[in-house]
């Protein structure tokens, strides 16, 4: 295989999750996709490998419905070695979004029709047939560019409420997927702290409230609705009913924005440039029915000079200059950069997994299986001695033989 000596750390991290088989075709399917121009399929991958591909080509697409590799594992540890030689130290901060993936079909798993919010305006909806999946990125500083570049680490698989209705299954929201995701990562990075960022859909209570049960490590920022509900923190205990669990209402960010004064700050800006805004901070206490109440940080931001419209942020962090949550939040632009890039320069709407094990896989579902030492049975076409079968009992259809003994391993 040819790979520069600086791939050779990142590929063989491979090589601790794959079966020495398994490991040879997914690093020949990897170097193929890089090399490859259109459409990322195996079948294309393999033409522009050719005789750089040994074995069977019928062995490579089962790479990823049939090989014995979980892909969460495999994301984790791919994740682990991107912090470890990218951000060794400090602060790592996250960014979360969705992305629709256009993959029309009758025979595609998982497939639903989904809102695209790139096409789609306040007037208009254009509809997508295909996946939506939940991603979250690192942001990693690049010596060769200004701004720093969103590295996909985690993803899932969101999947309609008629899908989950249809096969009994719990319906999960995109902000509960990226909950997962993040405790998923906290587990498996004890000692880092993050700070995570994302778009107004990813700022809802339930992602306030799970990262302020973890405020010593994880801190979430995310924008605000100007109309939100705030409140002060309850009074002191009186001794008497129910104690209270929230304060008084506040003013609406809204409100409180046009009455108080703004500080003149200079911060980074979309693109890694730099701009001067007027902001204003708040606090008050978020709070949900049977979700418990969050303390909350509000930052308003106007920008002084240029056309963008007023923003509202939030965060957890009680301590965090407005400077540093304005420019945090820019930097969430990186992951849309990476979405558009990665669909003209690398093909990822060119896919064609369709099987329900690709896709399970994708979302870090799928289990390594072990085959059962069952002889296969004669009845059904088997030999009778070999230890295994293509399924146990069954026989394996092998190409152009009918002979039991060519049909088993």
């Not at 003013?251 to 046009?258: D, H, L, S």
Request: charged share 25%; net charge positive; aromatic share 8%.
């Amino acid at each position: 295989m040819i790979l520069p000596p600086e791939a050779h750390g990142l590929v063989q991290v491979l090589a601790f999750h794959f079966t020495s088989p398994t490991y040879q075709r997914a690093s020949t399917l990897l170097v193929g996709a890089i090399l490859t121009t259109g459409r990322r399929t195996v079948a294309n991958v393999l033409r522009a490998r050719r005789h750089l591909a040994p074995g069977h080509r019928t062995d490579y697409p089962r790479v990823r419905s049939r090989a014995p590799w979980s892909g969460l594992t495999l994301g984790c540890a791919l994740a682990r070695f991107r912090l470890d030689h990218v951000v060794p130290d400090g602060v790592v901060t996250r960014v979360g979004d969705d992305t629709v993936d256009g993959h029309p079909g009758p025979n595609v798993c998982g497939k639903a029709r989904h809102r695209d919010p790139v096409r789609s305006s306040h007037s208009y909806t254009a509809w997508r047939y295909g996946h939506t999946w939940v991603v979250l990125a690192v942001l990693v500083p690049v010596p060769v560019a200004k701004r720093r570049w969103a590295l996909p680490i985690l993803i899932d698989l969101y999947r309609t409420p008629e899908l989950d209705r249809a096969e009994k299954h719990p319906h999960k929201t995109p902000a509960q997927l990226m909950c997962r995701r993040l405790r998923l990562f906290l587990l498996r990075s004890p000692d880092r702290t993050f700070v995570f960022t994302g778009d107004s859909g990813y700022g809802t209570h339930e992602v306030a409230r799970f990262c302020d049960r973890h405020r010593a490590r994880r801190t979430p920022i995310s924008p605000l609705h100007p109309d939100a509900n705030l409140f002060a923190p309850p009074p002191p205990y009186s001794g008497q009913g129910r104690p209270r669990i929230k304060g008084a209402r506040v003013p609406k960010p809204r409100q409180a924005a046009e009455t108080a004064s703004r500080t003149r700050l200079t911060v980074v800006w979309y693109g890694g440039g730099t701009r001067w805004v007027e902001a204003r901070t708040g606090t008050g206490h978020g709070y949900k029915g049977g979700c418990g109440r969050v303390p909350l940080r509000g930052v308003f931001v106007r920008a002084a000079t240029g056309a963008h419209r007023d923003e509202y942020l939030f965060t957890t962090d009680p301590a965090l200059w407005a400077d540093a949550v304005v420019g945090a939040y820019c930097g969430r632009w990186s992951i849309e950069t990476t979405f558009q890039e990665a669909r003209s320069a690398l093909g990822l709407e060119t896919t064609r997994g369709r099987r329900r094990s690709e896709r399970e896989r994708s979302r870090g579902r799928a289990r390594p299986r072990s085959r059962s030492p069952t002889p296969c049975a004669p009845s059904a076409g088997g030999c009778g001695t070999r230890p295994f079968c293509h399924r146990p009992g069954t026989a394996r259809p092998f190409r152009n033989s009918r002979t039991p003994s060519a049909n088993c391993y």
